[in-house]
Nanobody, 130 residues
Framework: QVHFVESGGGLVQPGGSLRLSCTAS????????IGWFRQAPGKEREGVSC?????????YSYDFAKGRFTVSRDNAKNTMYLQMNDLKPEDTAVYYC??????????????????????WGQGTQVTVSS
């Protein structure tokens, strides 16, 4: 079952920017907490940044993302975004969008999104290289 259509990945030079998009299908995104996760080769999937539902609010981001990555949503388009600036080679990974009906975004993010009923995008490759 496809929950999201994900797009926006690619190859970018260090210091460059990318915006990832995920359009939800079959459910209304504004009622869900949303999150971005990534998995680099040979590593566990990790949280990037998680945001509460439109009514609950709240943002939980990891140090590497603070000041460089921003999560947002457009409820009218049922779409979520990850704006990534000042990209570094260590940001190279497959990036996944996800949504979950939860108020504990810290727990969800810390767990790499490993929660029952998490809805996932298919993943998009981001490669940062000169």
């Amino acid at each position: 079952q496809v929950h999201f259509v994900e797009s926006g990945g690619g190859l970018v030079q260090p210091g460059g920017s990318l915006r990832l998009s995920c359009t939800a299908s079959g459910f209304t995104l504004e009622y869900y907490a949303i999150g971005w996760f990534r998995q680099a080769p040979g590593k566990e999937r990790e949280g990037v940044s998680c945001v509460g539902s439109s009514s609950a609010g709240g943002v939980y981001s990891y140090d590497f993302a603070k000041g460089r990555f921003t999560v947002s949503r457009d409820n009218a388009k049922n779409t979520m975004y990850l704006q990534m600036n000042d990209l570094k080679p260590e940001d190279t990974a497959v990036y996944y969008c996800a949504a979950l009906s939860t108020r504990d975004i810290e727990l969800w993010c810390d767990g790499g999104g490993k929660a029952d009923f998490t809805r996932w995008g298919q993943g998009t490759q981001v490669t940062v290289s000169s």
